[in-house]
Each structure stands twice: as structure tokens, then as C-alpha cells.
């Protein structure tokens, strides 16, 4: 007999499923990449969350900072031993630490940020990438090891977006043979590196190296900060964490001062340049080597942001279909929230926006790995465009998942504002995203230099690369007549952003051409600057996402294509619907053309209606990676929420203590 | 001697208010509705932020929630008292009550929401709106002496926004002469109230009334909720607090069930409609009048919402002035950010945002009363325009209210994620908006409601009232050629709106005639019907602001005027282009006059660049309102920061104990 009473699976979810039309298994392997890759990532989860060491009987969100800041370092050390457990018995290899560090299960195993992750993201991947092989063996078995704990250490106080304002300098001392570190002003002291503050005892810092009383540009030097033994921070180490922020409390931000810190020539990382012994440097060959992993970084965060506003919609999503509120019809029972269109408008673009970042995070991963495999033969031609397009996806891909979150949080009413909903955690975490890694409007200018450039090319007849390719045919040609699908959609989109881009250069020339300066014409184009440049990344979103859905046609069912052409359908409509100022505009778009949209918009949202609880559904993520009352796979809300406000401390008694020294003198004053 | 060293201004800063080139006093003035207004908000101000009882060693955020809440509860009960001195004293009035619960001094006393708010919000306007005289008299005195604390239960777990469909029921029992509450259903536990959890032992509850085995809907009755010496809960009573939210997390949100607890028969809120002794209901006269409290709630929602953007924007401005980063030419020092054009653009439509919902608050608070007072006539005839109009502007206001705060946190870069800068916690108050009192969407359906009614009596030659005069002009008409003046703004965009909303009534007639269900028709049709509502809501917003100004126009001095007409010129511009699409698809406006606008908006972002920090310092908002590292006075935002860092209780030990009890063994194990 079992003892555990069956979960009783809320009717309402339980009519959604049985209304579904494709079989949820097939679309969850197709998003996991095969069978195999399912099963592989179940086990992981299986093996991670179901140890009880991760269950805690009083939730995060009700303990101290400094509580939560402990309980964050159990569960990381925790989550160590357990990967390597898994290492030992062969399984799943380096893509577990991708994965406990991940938006998924990481984000599930801790909450609000792990205070080690760094170590894994940045400080062990720059001593592979700038240390030299001697540099490498002894730092990185170390690291490898957890003998040592280390971070990395770059922006300040004072700048971040700025790599070459960072004021930290690194001057070699010839006669000792060390660098001497130092933070000359408060700006420059360290600020920002995840787990800085009380978790690591190595950091990799960037820092202006001088030699030779020259200064040679920004450099990363291993530095000891705390004692191996005793943690105690090293003398002329100044550090500590820098406090509360609006998410990722447990991820230790820190800061960091140097007080004329030595530390031995062979810590700066030596792989590209290099100072001597007598202080001669020695130049890398190729600035553009470093580009790597910070592209790396974004192409990570666009899958990861996919992965946020997946969590977000499967919760809304199900809330949606237990919800009832008012009745469409008098006498009616009260109807099920995901019945109104305006709901539906809320929910269904931001799972097919779920679907089009996942997919284009495919395509720039492949991207990503074949051009590294070029610069490693030392090819760079294909460099700026990946910089290009991974900075403009990074930007929009993290927006849009930050304000899809916030839509489904809102879409949730009052209950949304719960933490325990998991919505304001998650939208901490993704809303950060817009600003680590490179701030969103800063990439949009980034790409909008390619994309000048490549304006400036096109005009001089030059072939282009495959995802600004558009520029050469679309800047003349008028696009056919409005017709209802998505190809329609694609060349309205590239005949807009080509002609934006147009729009955007004319008006920069112009103002050169009035004799401004090029800095100030380019600063004072920049609003129609990052709008070129997201109409280019828009484009390129659609057409990659939908290319992909061509690719896999035929391998998936006729049941699940129906919906997954529903579903880049319903994305390209809605972006489209976004730009109807711009289609209207540039192209022969009319406004009745903008009226077929908007009821095709309409067909599919309903279209996509039975299947709603299905696709979420496919997702698989478990319960206790949702962790939320609205979004369970049971569907039992009510119960959830009142289960979790029943574990508030403050619940523990039913008169506080606050009644007797405030309340009570207050009542009795007579006032 | 004066023994305070001078504070050192931040030099960036200085130079910005040589630049300002009208007086900040004079906008202060105006803003605060005359100099003696100024006065006294200063001297209430100072009385309460000077109080050394409200400064706190370690910032709130650092405690657990349990804490948080006791902490709250001690400054509410301060606060209170303080109040209390400044009313012996015959100093500001009721004035008084509205300003240390409002968004402003409120926000500053109690930074994360005031668990005794609702009783002079809710509780004692209930007793007052809702009590007979003999109630009134028996129980506004017990409030206002604050011998009871009251709030007001009405959502419960499965019901906000449908009212009728609450489930918490009140039968009336003959023979004893009392209710008895109860809670059928988990779902019937009141859900939300401010104070419920463990700071009120009284509420006005609403249920259904049951009387003569007959459902006579929702009533108010008062119910004691816990013993007024011991706070111990009353038999029957389950209570409790609701747990952690996105924010105010010291509000002390509660839960409440009943199971079969007695009330005497008085305890029914009887003004209105009434219970006798016998079982016997009297129906109230109309049901209309309970709509009052309802509306004056949003009209405060308004005014808070610009209080909330008029913080955020105040701290962003600065912050941009202080803050360099990047070089705009190389060699050149690096860069104010405020001079990047694009920040210029996330900035300043916001504080012209705050300058609109501040004005039509005043013009929506005037109209308020006037309507009131005709109420307590007998006159209704405004009531549906002023409802139609409240829940609009409520919405609008309150979006975007918080996406303005959100765009300045997200402009303050990585350090406007921090705690610190005010911009978390300031989000988390002004997103609550969104949803209570009204949930946005719903409130804008509200709105389409009386539009397409409107739109129905437009045709049948009706006149219209003055919010939707423009419908019966510019349904047929087309605008003027364009002109870079806000009269054709303001008339493009009313031709718009006039032309959404035909176009939406005729999408759901046609959807009527061919045989949907007039409530299927109206759902069909909704995405488009909250379009519409949102355009009607930014064409009066822009109107009323502007006439406002022209109201105003020749009581300011020509410096002043300048720059008040830049604002609302932006303002005008501003929300003309996020209409791009629909200006050109419903009015004649082409493609040059949006190039036109672009021009526009670029040259005004220009001409308030030299005194955006003069605008801001105008709004006078004190240091210890804003409570925010980068948003200073005097602009020391490093040495804020850093300051405010070095009171995380982290930092208060070098080590910290999880090194010794987790990180170590890790460090140790060889892995």
C-alpha cells in the first residue's frame, strides 16, 4: 500500500489536457535535443532535487540577508559535491556545471543566486583563455580542484561599460620582479564581481599595467585575496560584500581595494603579452583574440533569458486556466481567466517569443562555435558580425523576456505580487541580465556601428554576410502586396529595418555634412540609431526562428507542426503588429493590411487556446524548479498559497511581540 | 563655530545649477500650489525626518521579514504620535493623515508600505460613507481615538475583482438578532488586507447577506477580530499574514476565515440599506452612491503614481549628471552620461510624464468634488464620465507610472539595481498600482464600456460630455495639414482615438450581426477595445495638461514658462510618436510629419538638457525622502554608496561563519 495520499489534479487543468491535440513527450524531446537528452536532464533533476538537504523548511525570502547569504553557501558546497559525485560515476560531464549554474535547475537549487558560480563562468575560463600552459597547469588543477575558490574582478565603482577608464593599476617593480596592484581613488575600487565579498580567496583582476613608467593598457593578474587557512583577507586587501540589490542576494557581490598589494610577475596571465624580467612588455598579436569569451557570455544569455520567460509562462499560463473571475455571461459560472482574449494576448505571444529565443539561441551557439573554430586558424572575417548580431540578441532577447515576465506577473493579479508565485524572484534575475554583460542600449550601438558600416558597404556595392544581407535588396526594391503569411511578414520586416538603417545614415551624413563633428552627429542620431539596430535584430529573430521550424518540418509530427507553425505564426504577427508605425512608414504596407494582421492575430490566439496547458506542459519543469504556488502541475493554487503562507515565522505566533512594546501603549494613550 | 564639516558638493553637479537658467523656487512654488504650501510641507517634513527615532543603523532591507514587520510597526505607532503632536498643536490638519500614508513622506517614514495605513484609508471612510449616525458616532470616535485599529477585508483567495462573486457569508439569525460570518471555502478566506495579519483587531468585512433564506449580495459589517487587550485572535477567527511580496512587505497583508462567528445586528453598516430586528430587508435607495470611495481611491492612485515617477526621475537625473562614462571623442575626458542623447531620451519624457499626471490629477481631483457634490443632490448625470475617466486615467497613470521608474532604474545601470538607489523599492511600490484598486485591463474595459456606449449615441446625434466631445467632431472630420504646434498634436490625436474607437464598434457590431453573442462579440473585440481606451485616456491627459498650462501661463514668470512649455511640448511629442502606427493609419498624417516629430522631440530633448537638474531640484524632495545613494543632494554618490555597503551586517566580521562550515570542508575534501 502506499502511503502518500494521490494528488488530486485540479479539474479545470485536468479538462485542459485532455483537450490537448499533439502528444506533450514529442515536443519535450524536441526541445530537449532527443529522447536521450530528456532522460539525461530528468536523471539530473531527479538526482538534485529530490536530496532532502535541498528542501528547507522556512523559504528564503522570510531570512535575514546574512541568513540567506549562509544558506546560499550551504546549498552551493552542496550542489559541488553532488555534481561531483555525478563526474565520478561518469555522468553527464561538463555539462553539469552548465546546468547547476543554468536558469533552470540552477536557479532552482538557488534561488536568488550561487555565490561560487563565477569561479566556473569567468575565473576558470579566462586562466584557459590568458594563461599560458605553464599558467594553466598550476592555477587551473587548483581551481579545478576547489583548493582554491576564485572570482573575477573587472568593473569599478566608477566604470563599467568603459573597459579602458578602469583606473586599478598593476605596476611592475623590475627589482622585486612583482607587481605592485593599487586602487589610487574610492571609483576605483572593485565593485559588482559575484562572490567577491566573502566567498572566494582568488580573483582575476583587470587592472592598467605600467612598465617601463608606461602604461601598457587593461591586463588580468591572478591575486590572492583571504588566507587559505583562515579566510582572513590578505594585508592591504580591502573587501566586503556591497549589500542588498533588487534580486540575486545570495550571489555575494563584492568590492575590492588595493593598498599597494605585491604580488609575483608570473601572476600576470601571460598567454597574448607579456613583461620580462627586466619589465620589457611584450605585445599580443591580435587584440581581437579576447572578443571570445564575451560573446560566449551573450550567447549564454540569450538562451538563459528563453529559460526565465519559460518559468514565467508555464506558471501564468496554468494560473490562467484554474483562475475564474467574473462571468462572461450572466448566470454563467465565472470563467476561466484564460478565456478572455485579453488574457490570451498577455500569454500566448510570450510562449511563442519562449520558442524564437530558444531557437535563435540554437542558430548562435553553431554561429558562435564555427567562427571560434575560424579564429583559432586565424580567420577573423566572420568576428564583426557575430559581435554584431550576438549584441543586438543579447539586448532584445533580454528585454523581451524581462517584460514578459513582468507581463505574465501582472497577467497573475494581486497573487502574481506574491513571492511565493516565483514570479518577483524570477523577474529579478532576468530584469539583471539587461545590465551584466554589457548594458542593452550600449549593444544596440554596437551593432549599429556594424550596421552603418555595412550601409556604407552596400552603397559601394559590396556583397554582404548572410544576416544583413537584406541591405543589398530591399533598400531599392518595394515588397508584394500584403498576402498572409510569414514570408510576407519577413520581407515587410527586412524592407523596414533596411530602410530604417537608410533613414538612420542619411540623417548621420546630414549632420556631418553640416560640419558636425562625427562623434556628435553619430550621438545625436543615437534614438534612431537603436532603433535600426532592434529592427535588425527583429528581422533576423523571425526569419531565423521560422527558417529553423522549415528545418525540422519534416521530422515532427503533423499534430505538433499544426502548433508549432501556429506558434511562429502568432510571433511574427505580433512583432509585426509591434511595428506598424514603422511598416506604415517605409513600406507599402496599408492600413487595411494592418487590420488583416490584427485578425490574424485574433485566429491564432484562438487557435492556440486548447493547446495552451499542453505546451507549457512539454516544457517539463518540474515543481520544484517552478517553485510556485500559481504554476504547479497539480494546479491546486489555493491550497499552495495558504501551505506557504502558513510557514511565515511570523505565523508561528499568533500574537507578535510588536503588539505589547508599540501597539498596546499606542491603544492606551487615549489619543 | 559650526562643528558639521560643510558637505562638499559634487563639482558636475554645481556646474548643472549655474546652468539652470530659471528660479528652482518659483517652479517649487508652484508645484506645492503657492509658498505657503512650500512652508509647511517643509516644516511637516522636518518634523518628522529630523526625529532621530526614524533613523535606523542598519537599513531595513538587511532584516528578516519577521523584522521588518516589527520595525514598521514601531515607526507606524511614532508616526502616529507624532502626528497626534503636530494636530495639538493645530498644525496642518487632516492634511496631515493624507501625507504620512501618502507616496511621498509616507514612503520616506515607512520605505516598504505602513501596516496601519489602512485604517484611516479604508476603515474609518467606510464607517463614515457607510454607518448610520448612531454608528458613526458609537465607532468613527472609538477609531479615531485609536482605541480599535481597523481594516478592510473585502478580496478573498478566490475573488479580487469579481465583487459579486465573493463567497464569505453573513446570515442574519431572528432569534438571537446577530450575524453569523462564515467561510465556506478555502477560497471565501479573506486574502490581502493591509494590517489584517497582526496589526488590526477590527474590521469592516464585506460578506453576502443572508436574511429570510434569501441572498441579498455584498454589506459591510464590523467585526472585532481579536481580543483589545491580549491581541489574542476571538474564537472562530483564523488569521494570519499572507507571507513575502515583490514589496511592501511591512504592509502585514493578511488572511482571514470564519467559521460561524456572531456579530450583534448593529454591527451591519446600515446608511444605506438596513436589516430589522424581524429578518425584514430594506434595500438601499441606489446603488450608485457606494461608487464614491471606489473613485477616490484612483484618483489618488493618480496623484501617487506621479510621486513615485517624480522620486525615480529625480534620482536618475542626478545621477546621469554625475556619472561619466565613455568617451564621446577620443582624448576627451570621459563623458557625462546626461549628454548621451539616448539617455536624455529615457530621462526627460519621464519627468515631462510626472509634470502630466501631476496636473491632470489636480484638474481629476477638482472634478471629483464637483461631481460628489452633485452626488449628495441627487444629481448622477456625471457619474458615468467621471467613472469612465477615473479608470483610464488609473490605469494609464499607474503603467506608466512604473515603467517610467523602471526605464530610470535600468538608466542607472548596475548601480541602480542596488537596494540603495531607492529604485528597487520604489518599483515595488508603484507596480502594486498595476493590479489593486482595480486591475489595470479590466479598468481600461471599464473605460471601452462607456466608450462604445458613447460611440452609440454619437451616432444617434447625441450630445457628448467633455472627455469624448472629440468624438463627435472627428469621427467624420480630418485634421489640418501638420504643424509643429501642439493644437495639431492634440488634434491628430483625437481624430485617432475618435477613429480607434469606430473602428473597434463597428469590428464588434460586425461580429454581432453575424449572430455572436453581444458578450462573445465584446470579448472577440477586446484587444482592440483596450486600445481604444488607452488612446481616449492619452488624448484627454495630453489636453488637460496642456490647458492647464495655458491656465497657468501668464501667473509664472517668462523663464519659468519656457521651460513649463518645453515639458508639455515634449510631453505632446512624445506620446505622439509611441502612436506612430496609428496616427498614420487613422489620420493623414505621413510619413515627413513623423520625421517632422522626430526632429521635434530631438531639439526639445536639447533645450531641457541644461536644466534637468534644475527641474528636479525643484521638486524639492529631501534626502531623506529619496533615501537613495545616487540621487543625493549633493551628488556624493560613491561615498554614498560605499558608506551604505559597510552597514550590511555582513560586513560587520571578516569571515564569515559559513567559511568554517561549509566552505572549508569543500576546500579540504580534494575533490
Known sequence: ?????????????????????????????????????????REREEFFLNDPEFKSKTPVEYLSHKEKYEESVRRACLVLKKVQQLQDQGKGGIDNYRQVI???????????????????????????????????????????????????????????????????????????QEFVLHSPTLTSYKWWPGGLGHSSNYAVVMA?????????????????????????PLPGIKIGEIGCKLGMNATNNGFLGFEKVRIPRNHLLMKNSKVLEDGTYVKAPSSKLAYGTMIFVRVVIVEDAAFFLRKAVTIATRYSAVRHQCQLKAGEPETQIMDYITQQYKLFPNIATFFAYSYVAKWLWEYYNNVTGELEAGILDRL??????????????????????????????????????????????VTAMCTYEGENTVLLLQTARFLMKSCQSVMEGKSM??????????????????????????SALKKMAASKIQTTFNHMSSRAEKGMAPEDAWNETSIELVGAAESHCRVNV???YYNMMLQIKNTVSEELRVVLFQLVNLYAVHIALRYTGDLLRYTNTLGK??????????????????????IVDSFDIRDEILMSTLGSYDGNVYERLFEEASKSPLNAEPVNKSFRQYLQPLLKSNM
Chains 1, 2 share one sequence.
Request: hydrophobic share 40%; glycine share 8%; charged share 20%.
Open 465 to 490: 554576410t548572410p544576416t544583413i544581407k537584406y541591405l543589398e535588396t530591399y533598400q531599392t526594391a518595394n515588397i508584394k502586396p500584403f498576402e498572409k503569411n510569414i514570408e510576407w511578414i519577413i
Open 593 to 614: 493590411d494592418i487590420e488583416e494582421l490584427q485578425s490574424w492575430l485574433e485566429e491564432l490566439l484562438a487557435a492556440i487556446r486548447p493547446n495552451a496547458v499542453g
Open 102 to 176: 543554468g536558469a533552470q535547475l540552477g536557479s532552482a537549487l538557488l534561488q536568488d543566486g550561487n555565490p561560487i558560480a563565477l569561479h566556473y563562468i569567468m575565473f576558470i575560463p579566462t586562466l584557459m583563455g590568458q594563461g599560458t600552459i605553464d599558467q594553466q597547469a598550476e592555477w587551473i588543477q587548483r581551481a579545478w580542484n576547489l583548493e582554491i575558490i576564485g572570482t573575477y574582478a573587472q568593473t569599478e565603482l566608477g566604470h563599467g561599460t568603459f573597459i579602458r577608464g578602469l583606473e586599478t593599476t598593476a605596476t611592475y617593480d623590475a627589482k622585486t
Open 1 to 41: 500500500m502506499n502511503n502518500a495520499a494521490p494528488v488530486k489534479v485540479n479539474p479545470d487543468l485536468l479538462r485542459e489536457r485532455q483537450k490537448c491535440t499533439f502528444n506533450n513527450l514529442e515536443l519535450t524531446h524536441l526541445l530537449d535535443g532527443g529522447a536521450d537528452k530528456t532522460a539525461e536532464r
Open 384 to 429: 564583426p558580425e557575430l559581435h554584431a548580431i550576438a549584441c543586438c540578441l543579447k539586448a532584445v532577447a533580454s528585454a523581451d523576456a524581462a517584460a514578459g515576465v513582468e507581463t505574465c506577473r501582472l497577467a497573475c493579479g494581486g497573487h502574481g505580487y506574491m513571492t511565493s508565485s516565483s514570479l518577483p524572484t524570477t523577474y529579478g534575475l
Open 208 to 232: 592598467q599595467l605600467y612598465t617601463q613608467e608606461k602604461c601598457r593598457g587593461m591586463h588580468a593578474f591572478i591575486v590572492q585575496l583571504r588566507d587559505e587557512e583562515t579566510n582572513m
Open 542 to 544: 523571425v526569419e531565423i
